[in-house]
């Protein structure tokens, strides 16, 4: 059966000619509310979806997020997890960016720095009493991200296990809902 999508990279592809035979079959037969109807889902399944957030890390609990889109510093990005730690490989993280290619991450003791901006601290153990390892420091190259929760117990890039965000990871930029 064929579908819609085709896969390709991070991004599925949308395939307008099948669009188009299946919108012309529906319109046959379920007359042109109901291909409209499909029509739009299917588009907003192409642009967006739905994330959401099921710790106390960030103050917001449902987004929308808008995919292939990159957030700039200070906006809420929504990424796939590399994989390790607590959560399996692909699982859609949402944080902010605190960290743009170019900026500066420094660290004294566990207390991160972003351009000299006091930006959070590191735990040295999880609540479950777990060893963490602090986050990686430098100059941000390109296509890598810092991100960042304002919750103490945010798994972001202060610890090793997140690390920098890369650009294939990104969904897209996330808009709080709710």
């Known amino acids: 059966m064929r ?53 106390p890390s960030l103050p917001v609990g449902l987004f929308l997020i808008h995919k292939g889109t990159l957030p700039t510093q200070g906006h809420y990005v ?8 607590p959560h399996t490989a692909g699982t859609t993280f949402v944080k902010v960016i605190a960290g743009m290619p170019g900026d500066v991450v420094t660290r004294i003791d566990r207390d991160f720095f972003i351009n000299g901006t006091h930006v959070g601290r590191a735990k040295p153990f999880s609540r479950q009493g777990v060893p963490l390892e602090a986050g990686p420091t430098g100059t941000l190259p390109a296509g890598r991200y810092y991100v960042r929760a304002p919750h103490p117990d945010s798994l972001d890039s202060r610890y090793r296990l997140t690390g920098w965000v890369t650009q294939s990871q990104i969904i897209g930029r996330a808009y709080a809902l709710f």
């Open 3 to 55: 579908t819609l999508f085709t896969q390709t990279n991070m991004f599925r592809q949308f395939d307008h000619a099948m669009f188009r035979s299946r919108l012309q079959h529906l319109t046959r037969r379920w007359g042109l509310t109901g291909a409209l109807v499909i029509a739009a889902a299917v588009l907003f399944q192409q642009h967006f979806m739905f994330g959401l957030n099921a710790s």
């Open 78 to 85: 929504a990424f796939r997890w590399a994989g390790g730690g």
